[in-house]
């Protein structure tokens, strides 16, 4: 079956714009995952969806990043007024999640941002 | 701090080498750990994962232990294939009750020779 998707692979943005990045998890996964993959940073947790919960935002480093998922299935990530250290591989995952138990969890090929 | 620890950076191999890959974590209250494969340019790939309760997790030539007590895991390579070139990820699921989030260590890179 289809995996997680992302769009677009590949963002070049200018300083100060604003930014979406759209991520559609397997289909029946309730569990919605951003991470972000820089140099020297390595793979970051950002925020975390689960069902009709409350999502937890503890990883998000500012107040100009935030995440919606909508009909709790596809999910957007925006950045505002982007900064030059915001380039990164930024990474959706979903996962099953069953009577409370989390399974593991499917990576999507990631979306590719440059602030210039 | 809850952090995950692998090592070494980087190893090279040659070809029909079993090997082993660590992990180390900080607190032995987890949740869960996976093992994931990582090819230059591309997204993860999940290897296996391991429920807190368990000690192993076999797929073919791979197999994962863990040991929470020692804060350890370990990922094992049978018979080294070049294919199985790549970054190397583990990642934690910290906490007794499951928060989802993942701590990921910084990764082994292995370049196996032909």
């Known amino acids: 079956g289809a995996g997680v998707s992302q769009s677009p692979s590949n963002k070049v943005t200018e300083k100060g714009k604003d930014v979406e990045l759209r991520c559609d998890p397997i289909s029946g996964h309730t569990a919605l995952y951003w991470y972000r993959q820089s140099l020297g940073q390595g793979l970051e947790f950002l925020i975390y969806f689960q069902g009709n919960s409350a999502p937890d935002k503890s990883g998000l480093p500012s107040d100009r990043f935030s995440a919606e998922r909508t009909g709790g299935s596809v999910s957007t990530l925006t950045i505002q007024r982007t900064q030059q250290e915001d380039s990164a591989v930024y990474l959706c995952a979903s996962s099953l999640s069953s009577s409370g138990i989390i399974h593991e969890q499917y990576f999507g090929p990631g979306t590719r941002l440059t602030v210039t | 701090k809850q952090e995950v620890t692998q090592i070494p950076a980087a190893l090279s191999v040659p070809e029909g080498e079993n090997l082993v890959l660590n992990c180390s974590f900080t607190?032995?209250?987890?949740?869960?750990l996976q093992w994931f494969r990582q090819d230059p340019g591309k997204g993860l790939t999940s290897l296996l994962l391991?429920?807190?309760?368990?000690r192993e997790q076999t797929s073919g030539r791979l197999n994962a232990s863990l040991d929470k007590s020692s804060g350890r895991s370990t990922l094992y390579i049978a018979a080294s294939q070049p294919g199985d070139s790549a970054t190397y990820l583990c990642?934690?699921?910290?906490?007794?009750?499951?928060?989802?989030?993942?701590?990921f260590g910084q990764g082994t890179t292995l370049q196996v020779k032909p």
């Open positions: 607190d032995s209250a987890i949740y869960n």
């Open positions: 391991i429920q807190s309760s368990q």
């Open positions: 990642a934690v699921n910290y906490g007794s009750s499951n928060t989802g989030k993942l701590i």
